[in-house]
């Protein structure tokens, strides 16, 4: 064990807390970070800091805010309040946001469920979702889960719950990626490519 | 392109600036620190900042100091001053300490020469070490500079300057690495794995 300063065991300490940074890694950041100018020292420091005090929730989409009041999204006049998106995580928001395809709200559901690691329905925001397919008089709920175990698993339990409010429930498509090769696919993706399959016109 | 809001870009290009950390790297690790306990974000930016606080070189051999003033190995009076182990950067001397098996004092050079790379003597700390040889009246130094070319050129470099001090200079065993494996040994390690043999008494 290295016997490191303290300030630096600290940092380390930090570093070490993201994912897929080990010890040895976060020495590395630190070894680097100690060449840097002084400024881009600072700056790094503050722009974290900057992060915790514009860190808001939208209250409406469980979006991520710059401000307090509702996302970007939410507050522009120009998006169709008739159909939610529903995604995971506020990181999905900005992935679909950058296809410049979608018109609508979202709705970040905060996770998937997944009972082995403790996510059950209640711990996602399932409740108000509930309320703003009323709220909204939503005709589309497009479900943007990833597509895994949980994700699926996910998409069966918000399938069933919003049966009774007669809503349509749509699912992203499934099939071959762009750039994918139709040799090395897996046998769940060519499946859903064959299913999905679509009449050229 | 993502449009993240402006406090996202901002880290992420602090980020990015880290070794290995890309775009897609640091929106991660941002992501993941989004989730963190509003302390733990605290800390890792005050972590930082005190980084720059505590970031001061052993005016006798460079190493990182946490304070104003000599290195904990400089200032230590356990410590043999008439050798003096000759290390690229502040790094090394951690890795040595760490072993508990050297007594001496240390030499951080700031790198190696690379001329390519514009590193030539006078850019390392040569001269200091010139001085600190003749004021130590020092018996041995130790070149623990890496094993590649660019270590290799520094030892001769700093062999020959050595030489009219009439001091013992000597270089960290080459050889088979603890847990390495013959098999899969490169011929240069082999080599120096043979020449340096030991006798077993």
């Known amino acids: ?7 630096i065991n600290k940092l ?5 807390r993201l994912p897929g940074v080990g010890r040895k890694t976060a020495e590395r950041f630190i070894f680097h970070v100690l060449k840097w100018p002084k400024d881009e020292v600072e700056k790094f420091s503050s722009n974290i800091k900057q992060l915790l ?24 006049p120009n998006r169709d309040t008739a159909t939610l998106c529903v995604v995971e995580e506020f990181h999905d928001v900005q992935v679909l946001e950058a296809t410049g395809a979608y018109h609508g709200l979202y709705h970040v559901l905060g996770g998937r469920i ?9 711990k996602l925001r399932v409740r108000e979702l509930l309320e703003r397919v009323k709220k909204n008089n939503a005709h589309e709920i ?6 895994d175990i949980q994700g699926e698993g996910t998409v069966i339990y918000l399938k069933n719950i919003l049966r009774p409010l007669n809503v349509k429930v749509t699912l992203l498509a499934r099939g071959l990626p762009m750039g994918g090769d139709i040799e ?5 993706t060519l499946t859903n490519a064959l299913r999905g399959r679509q009449e050229i016109k």
Do not use: K, R
């Open 12 to 16: 380390i300490e930090s570093f070490s």
């Open 142 to 147: 497009i479900l943007a889960l990833n597509p």
């Open 1 to 7: 064990m290295l016997n490191y300063p303290d300030t």
């Open 53 to 76: 005090a514009h860190n808001f929730l939208c209250p409406n989409c469980f979006n991520f805010s710059e401000h307090e009041g509702l996302c970007s999204v939410c507050s522009s």
């Open 114 to 122: 997944d009972p082995p690691e403790g996510i059950t329905p209640d």
């Open 184 to 188: 090395y696919a897996d046998e769940v």
